[in-house]
């Protein structure tokens, strides 16, 4: 038995309830090739209002394979903590002249984040 219309309109609403976009962006350096497309890096999350649980993740970046990294790398993260080792996963293992910019785009991600839950 399929689900009627309403029903999944209802279901996809409760959803878009329980969790919280959080947008964090940044310059990218001229010598970047995310800079031919856009002059900012944006990382966009969607995080569990109740966990604080990254459950989702998008970028702009430019390549399908550093998307996919990015979302492996963040998705299951509680942002309510410390981000120092997200940074440090970054530093480690993500050898691009964006680095510095994916490393801002997340940080001003989690300030945007700490200011909601402290507000």
């Known amino acids: 038995m399929t689900a009627s ?3 999944r309109w209802h ?3 409760m959803g878009a309830r329980t969790s919280l976009i959080v947008v964090g962006y940044a310059r990218v350096p001229r010598t970047s ?3 031919g ?3 900012f890096l944006t990382v966009s999350l969607r995080i569990d209002r109740g966990t604080g649980v990254i459950i989702e993740v998008d970028s702009t970046a430019i390549a399908g394979m550093v998307r996919d990294w990015v979302s492996e790398l963040l998705v299951g993260v509680n942002f309510a903590d410390d981000i120092g080792p997200v940074l440090a996963e970054i530093d480690a293992h993500f050898l691009s002249n964006a680095a510095g910019s994916l490393k801002q785009a997340i940080s001003d991600a989690w ?3 700490a200011a909601y839950r402290s507000s």
């Open 37 to 39: 497309a856009s002059e």
């Open 11 to 13: 279901t996809a609403a």
């Open 33 to 35: 090739a995310v800079h």
């Open 5 to 7: 219309l309403a029903e």
């Open 111 to 113: 300030r945007r984040y």
